[in-house]
């Protein structure tokens, strides 16, 4: 691979999670401020990304890699990205600000997957390479989240303005980025991109578990996504949105240890362990404050161990028990399971929750967070009663 593609598809990467890190995690925080949304508004904002991510596999399976050379869509959405980001920063109203978002999410949804595509078909070494293109991306997240947290732009517009600049400028970079042709010959259809081809591994009543289980944990992960970061602003912790970027950086450190772990605990106590740690953090933002801060420290630094160890070691198990024959299908099932539907849910439970716990435009968010924390113990009940396959290769 020469390094110059590989310069190239880093700086893709970064540009990419870059334009997502600059609104996704503030959202919540700009719409309660500035918006003066109620919590199911804030929901629905949240919920349009999952729409997205459930229409963008067929977008991208059906369309652009069968007929468009993938880095000239990926420059063309970009750019339309832009112009509707450019249209968000003038809404004042949160309805019609829910409908323009879920606009601009259907065309950034299908990037996420369109540069995955283009940096898989230039690497040599897709286990040697691949990882330190996408770890760009990590790095962009954690860059933006430093940058907005360091000039107080979290409840401001600005995070659109920064999002709408950074889309531009990947949408323009895009048609420069080595030629991704189209691949005319596939023939992907609906049930390969639902990964209907996969429900016959739901034989195995582990597999079935460990699939209910990641569509039902979701719905405490939206929480966090959405409920964060205004979150910690009540709580009285300050440059928020720095202190969040821990998360990140706790990612990439339990990423490394995965390998460790599954030679010397197998992947079921990695996944209990994953469950664990959620229960824990959502306890530690319900209860953490300005006295008791190191809560909600450990609450963040925990995201390394909830994400990893449950959701990068439940698409290891997958791709272990689907095989090569149903690899596809399945990774493709349990991602529009996950990020549509699940994320989808969790959205419009979590504004639902905010606003029941709400009195005169205060949150109780003790109780807010118990909610997710419930749901995460029932999950972990359920696993540890129900599945029982601890037997997955180490070197996967």
Not at 60 to 73: E, H, L, N, S
Not at 140 to 145: C, D, G, H, K, L
């Amino acid at each position: 691979m020469k390094n110059l593609t590989r310069y190239q598809l880093m700086a893709m990467m970064f540009l990419l999670y870059f334009i997502w890190g600059s609104w996704y995690g503030q959202m919540s925080k700009y719409m309660f401020n500035s918006l003066h949304a109620t919590g199911v508004q804030v929901g629905g904002a949240y919920a349009a990304f999952s729409i997205a991510m459930i229409i963008a596999p067929f977008f991208v399976g059906m369309i652009a890699d069968r007929y468009f050379a993938a880095q000239k869509v990926l420059g063309v959405l970009s750019l339309a990205g832009a112009a509707l980001l450019y249209l968000i920063t003038g809404i004042t109203d949160a309805d019609t600000f829910f409908w323009v978002i879920l606009a601009y999410c259907i065309t950034f949804a299908p990037t996420m997957a369109l540069t995955t595509s283009i940096a898989m078909q230039h690497v040599k070494d897709t286990e040697k390479d691949f990882p330190t293109i996408r770890v760009m991306g990590t790095v962009a997240w954690i860059v933006v989240s430093n940058i907005i947290g360091y000039y107080g732009f979290g409840d401001s517009v600005m995070i659109f303005k920064i999002s709408m600049i950074a889309a531009a400028v990947l949408g323009v970079y895009s048609f420069f980025l080595p030629n991704t042709p189209p691949k005319p010959n596939t023939s992907t259809t609906f049930s390969d991109i639902l990964g209907l081809d996969a429900f016959k591994l739901f034989k195995d009543r582990s597999f079935a578990i460990f699939f209910i289980s990641s569509l039902l944990i979701c719905i405490p992960l939206s929480f966090y996504y959405a409920m964060a970061n205004p979150s910690l602003t009540d709580s009285g912790m300050t440059n928020v949105e720095n202190k969040m970027s821990l998360g990140q950086a706790s990612e990439v450190i339990f990423m490394l240890l995965i390998p460790f772990a599954f030679r010397k605990f197998g992947v079921k106590w990695i996944l209990i362990v994953g469950l664990i740690a959620w229960i824990v953090r959502f306890i530690g933002f319900g209860y953490g404050d300005a006295s008791s801060e190191w809560l909600l420290y450990m609450a963040i630094l925990l995201h390394g161990v909830c994400y990893d160890f449950f959701f990068v070691t439940g698409q290891i198990y997958t791709d272990s028990k689907a095989g090569e024959k149903y690899r596809s299908s399945a990774q493709g099932l349990i991602t529009i399971a996950t990020y549509g539907i699940g994320m989808g849910i969790g959205s419009w439970i979590a504004g639902i929750v905010a606003d029941q716990y709400t009195v005169n435009g205060v949150k109780d968010w003790t109780s807010i967070w118990m909610v997710p924390a419930g749901i995460a113990a029932l999950v972990l009940v359920l696993f540890v009663l129900f599945f029982k396959d601890n037997k997955v290769k180490a070197e996967a």
